[in-house]
């Protein structure tokens, strides 16, 4: 197999946006045995072969695909009997021998099981909703799967579907409400008190009914999953066993791979991933209609999706690709993401779908003033782009040229010193994550690349030219990641730079290669399937100058700050089957010669500024608030007690809102829309570039290599 493509966009596996030229086959839809077959047995020699950690297909691998399987599956453990899984329990060993043999049969097996139990699910639906609920009765509903088993008989099933059935029609009741209660405003008639004594029949059957079509929608499709799709997805499950960044790609995923790299697309701009059977939000794209919106989050996880006037459509049994093809969208048209959030709070985003914003995805400068009147540079690069199609053109851009041009303009206005604000970067180009370190440093290695066979290469910035060389302050935080901890790690490395935010960025430090499975194929194979799809596999690591790596720990600040996310399990070192963090000897450079920032001094400073800033109290205290509801993972499922956590949870919405940690403009949220702020506008309410800035004031904290004062 054939190296097609490398790899170093952070966590990115699915790009929602519309108009990328798709070309190549389509992926078949009658199911082929013998192709299946082949499949699975170029995965077990490609795999252990091209994977950087050279794992063994073995028993060892097969439990490991297993447990994800089992989670893909029925990642709620809402359909599975105990039974089930022990039946399902005997190919737990056994992957290996069944790609090497080619008898494939888990995926079969588990999809009879699963089809079995939704039909009989099915059957309870009607049920359930029929016989209706006593809305004062005290229940509780567990929503962490991990802390639940699978059913042990069809009774412990029939309630959890009850609970999850009331919970659901309680929710949609209390939308009927709001929705009628607007009606009323605008009319200006008396408005209906949801903890009414007295349910609103009219409302509560439309309730009702809107659940019942939506569920029985839900399992109708479920049932309806192809036998290749289920191949598909387990085949996937067993690339995600060597890491999370290795994967099975159908042909149709091979195709649609490049989307987010381009920078003319329609859609809605978010990148996702599949996690334990939901469609998660990675990243925002720069310059996007999610940015401009404004409400959509790194960690949300998409529930439902709509058009403007439609029916919600649950996408929790689809695939990435089915929950793309929905999102996506032409220029103009709403969509609304149903959305729940890490710390419980559900809410529905609309969002217009429109063409990228160029100019938002390049790199941005400002001059910031400080209290004494002194400038200070700030430039935001949001990720490592290059337009590799069209390098030669002089209508082409990359992120080196960009940051370039920006500090000449920076140094013409006599900056005394720069902020370089990394956060939310997800990576790109390695080539220019090393030019862009060059920028800043006199020569030298700027990271090193380790492969499978142990052959360490450094990459150098081979430019003796330093473009700024006076004192640096890095912004990061834990969705910084790839290429941007290449750069926050070579200039902390060298002492170029005072690295400031989150505990850790996100900690991929490792890069992908996108194999063809088309190329190479056995003799007695060759041209006889249809298109096999690709891997993607893990080929190599990457490592500081100083020996560490920056996978799964990331970068360390030398200054940490406190998060409103830091409650999120966010980063390489919470995803399964991630690569453990190592080291190799380090390179030989030398340290940073010119004024920088000092470490101690900048510590104490952000201390007292911490203690005396109301803002960072503010964030300090949403984040024990959002840690709380994230752990409290055992729901009300009465009307009181929905009623209740559904008022605490607005109002601290509101309360963080009016301290101006978060946005928050309801009436043009509601359209899908925002105000767009200008950069200018955005460091005045930042509260981490203010810090910034006051740690760059601090004329005492800027230290030349001696020791001396500068």
């Known amino acids: 197999m054939r190296l097609h493509r490398f790899l170093l966009s952070g966590v990115v596996l699915a790009s929602l946006f519309l108009g990328a030229s798709i070309h190549g086959k389509v992926m078949p839809t009658e199911f082929d045995a013998g192709r299946n077959r082949l499949i699975g047995y170029m995965l077990s020699q490609q795999l252990q072969r091209q994977h950087f950690s050279r794992k063994p297909f073995d028993k060892q691998m097969s439990k490991a695909a297993y447990t994800l399987y089992l989670k893909q599956l029925d990642p709620r453990k809402q359909f599975l009997l105990a039974e089930d899984v022990r039946q399902l329990d005997a190919f737990a060993e056994k992957i290996d021998e069944e790609l090497s043999d080619g008898r494939i049969l888990l995926p079969d097996a588990g999809m009879?099981?699963?089809?079995?139990?939704?039909?009989?699910?099915?059957?309870?639906?009607?049920?359930?909703?029929?016989?209706?609920?006593?809305?004062?009765?005290?229940?509780?509903l567990q929503t962490d799967s991990e802390k639940i088993n699978h059913p042990a008989n069809a009774e412990e099933l029939r309630e959890r579907w009850r609970l999850s059935l009331k919970l659901e029609v309680i929710d949609s009741y209390l939308e009927e409400i709001e929705q009628e209660n607007k009606k009323r405003e605008e009319a200006k008639k008396s408005l209906i008190a949801p903890e009414s004594a007295e349910i609103d029949k009219q409302l509560w059957t439309a309730a009702v009914e809107k659940v019942r079509k939506k569920t029985h929608r839900f399992l109708g499709r479920l049932q309806k999953t192809e036998r290749q799709e289920h191949y598909n997805r387990y085949f996937d499950t067993i690339a995600k066993s060597f890491d999370p960044h290795t994967s099975y790609m159908p042909p149709t995923s091979k195709e649609d791979f490049d989307i987010h790299m381009r920078g003319t697309l329609e859609g809605i701009g978010a990148l996702l991933r599949e996690d334990d059977g939901q469609i998660k939000v990675v990243n925002i794209i720069p310059g996007s209609p999610a940015e401009a919106q404004g409400q959509l989050q790194a960690e949300d996880a998409i529930m439902a999706v709509s058009e403007e006037k439609g029916e919600p459509v649950d996408i929790s049994a689809m695939s990435i690709r089915e929950a793309v093809a929905l999102i996506r969208g032409p220029k103009g048209s709403t969509v609304r993401l149903t959305v729940a959030r890490p710390d419980g709070t559900r809410l529905v985003i609309p969002i217009v779908?429109?063409?990228?914003?160029?100019?938002?995805?390049?790199?941005?400068?400002?001059?910031?003033?400080?209290?004494?009147?002194?400038?200070?540079g700030y430039i935001r690069i949001p990720s490592f782009y290059r337009d590799f199609s069209d390098s030669q053109s002089d209508a082409s851009r990359n992120v080196t040229d960009d940051t370039r041009s920006e500090l000449h303009k920076l140094k013409k206005e006599g900056v005394a010193g720069l902020i370089l604000d990394l956060r939310g970067n997800g990576g790109g180009s390695l080539s220019d994550a090393v030019d862009v370190s060059g920028l800043f440093l006199p020569?030298?290695?700027?990271?090193?690349?380790?492969?499978?066979?142990?052959?360490?290469?450094?990459?150098?910035?081979?430019?003796?030219?330093?473009?700024?060389?006076?004192?640096?302050?890095?912004?990061?935080?834990?969705?910084?990641?790839?290429?941007?901890?290449?750069?926050?790690?070579?200039?902390?490395?060298?002492?170029?730079?005072?690295?400031?935010?989150?505990?850790?960025?996100?900690?991929?430090?490792?890069?992908?290669?996108?194999?063809?499975?088309?190329?190479?194929?056995?003799?007695?194979?060759?041209?006889?399937?249809?298109?096999?799809?690709?891997?993607?596999?893990?080929?190599?690591?990457?490592?500081?100058?100083?020996?560490?790596?920056?996978?799964?720990?990331?970068?360390?600040?030398?200054?940490?700050?406190?998060?409103?996310?830091?409650y999120l399990e966010s980063g390489e070192q919470y995803l399964d089957n991630s690569l453990p963090w190592d080291h190799v000897k380090a390179a030989s450079y030398k340290a940073w010669s010119g004024p920088r920032i000092d470490h101690t001094a900048a510590q104490l400073k952000t201390e007292r500024y911490l203690t005396e800033s109301e803002k960072f109290k503010r964030i300090e205290?949403?984040?024990?608030?959002?840690?709380?509801?994230?752990?409290?993972?055992?729901?009300?499922?009465?009307?009181?007690?929905?009623?209740?956590?559904?008022?605490?949870?607005?109002?601290?919405?509101?309360?963080?809102?009016?301290?101006?940690?978060?946005?928050?403009d309801e009436d043009e949220e509601a359209h899908g829309k925002k105000n767009k702020k200008s950069l200018a506008e955005e460091l005045a309410e930042d509260p981490y570039a203010d810090l910034a800035l006051s740690l760059m004031n601090s004329t005492a904290a800027v230290v030349d290599n001696s020791g001396g004062r500068k």
């Open 353 to 376: 779908r429109d063409v990228v914003k160029l100019e938002d995805t390049y790199v941005k400068s400002a001059v910031l003033k400080n209290k004494q009147g002194g400038k200070i």
């Open 443 to 566: 020569g030298g290695p700027v990271v090193q690349v380790k492969d499978a066979n142990g052959k360490i290469m450094v990459l150098e910035d081979e430019d003796s030219s330093v473009t700024y060389d006076g004192p640096m302050i890095v912004l990061i935080n834990q969705f910084a990641a790839s290429a941007s901890e290449i750069l926050a790690g070579a200039l902390q490395d060298y002492g170029r730079a005072l690295v400031v935010g989150g505990a850790h960025t996100h900690g991929k430090g490792t890069v992908q290669a996108l194999l063809d499975m088309n190329r190479n194929l056995p003799l007695l194979h060759l041209k006889k399937y249809d298109d096999l799809g690709a891997l993607k596999v893990t080929i190599q690591q990457f490592y500081r100058i100083n020996g560490s790596s920056t996978q799964y720990k990331g970068i360390e600040p030398d200054v940490v700050l406190p998060s409103l996310l830091d």
């Open 112 to 140: 009879a099981l699963l089809n079995r139990r939704a039909g009989e699910v099915e059957k309870l639906i009607d049920q359930l909703l029929d016989a209706g609920f006593d809305l004062g009765r005290v229940d509780y």
């Open 621 to 664: 205290a949403e984040r024990l608030r959002a840690k709380e509801r994230k752990e409290k993972s055992l729901v009300p499922v009465y009307l009181a007690g929905v009623l209740k956590d559904r008022n605490e949870l607005e109002k601290s919405r509101k309360e963080t809102e009016a301290t101006g940690v978060l946005d928050g």
